[in-house]
């Protein structure tokens, strides 16, 4: 069975740029969350999504960041523009309504310069 | 709302022997899960071991197990004949189970645990 895909593995970008990252949950998993994860810290929710729908958005900066999943499969967490300040790995989570347990992805590393 | 607290940002151990990451949470949920997370230089969360709160029996998972104590809230980990391939962060986490809770992990700081051969 294929685990949570992200991708980029890493992205540069200079601050007040767009970024995108995607993410393909594992098959079957109707749940997928996008966490940020500043550096020697844990990781921290950004978005939960049940299907296609956001069920917890209240940590997501809705100034600069928005999400989309489109079909209730892959996601896509876009910042714009981004700040120095957003510099940290995104994680993509994924988990079944059978299931408690939340899979994840190798995580995207932004560095805003 | 709810917080996980890990202690000991760094811990280190012989190659072989038991280590023990400690991890204190606060809730006033009675039903709930906690996780133990590995996460190498690799960056990929590695789920370890899982424990739901109304079992009283403590987890285990091969070298892995928990000791589990509800009343003081505490969550530990101990990892038996250490190998080279378990240096990483560990994270603990936990998840409510409540009407309220959307399935968000809240985690603790993290402890860097380094293996010496």
């Known amino acids: 069975e294929a685990g949570v895909v992200q991708s980029p593995r890493y992205k540069i970008i200079e601050k007040k740029q767009p970024v995108a990252f995607w993410c393909n949950p594992i098959?079957?998993?109707?749940?997928l969350y996008w966490y940020r994860q500043n550096l020697g810290q844990g990781p921290e929710l950004l978005i939960r999504?049940?299907?296609?729908?956001?069920?917890?958005d209240s940590q997501l900066p809705k100034d600069r960041f928005s999400a989309e999943r489109l079909k209730g499969v892959d996601s896509t967490l876009k910042i714009q523009p981004a700040e120095l300040g957003d510099s940290a790995v995104y994680l993509c989570?994924?988990?079944?309504?059978?299931?408690?347990?939340?899979?994840f992805g190798p995580g995207t590393r932004l560095t805003v310069t | 709302a709810q917080t996980v607290t890990q202690s000991q940002p760094e811990m280190s151990v012989q190659e072989a022997e038991t280590v023990t990451l400690s991890c204190t949470y606060d809730?006033?949920?009675?039903?709930?899960?906690l996780f133990w997370y590995k996460q190498p230089p690799s960056r990929q969360m590695i789920l370890v071991i899982r424990?739901?709160?109304?079992?009283?029996q403590n987890a285990t998972e091969n070298r892995f197990s928990v000791n589990f104590q509800k009343a003081a809230k505490s969550f530990s980990l101990k990892i038996s004949d250490s190998q080279l391939g378990d240096a990483a962060m560990y994270f603990c986490a936990y998840q409510g189970k409540g009407s309220g809770n959307t399935g968000k992990l809240i985690f603790g700081q993290g402890t860097t645990l380094q293996v010496k051969p």
């Open positions: 999504y049940e299907n296609e729908e956001a069920v917890d």
């Open positions: 424990q739901e709160a109304y079992k009283q």
């Open positions: 989570a994924s988990s079944s309504f059978q299931t408690y347990e939340q899979y």
């Open positions: 098959s079957g998993h109707n749940t």
């Open positions: 809730t006033s949920e009675s039903d709930y899960y």
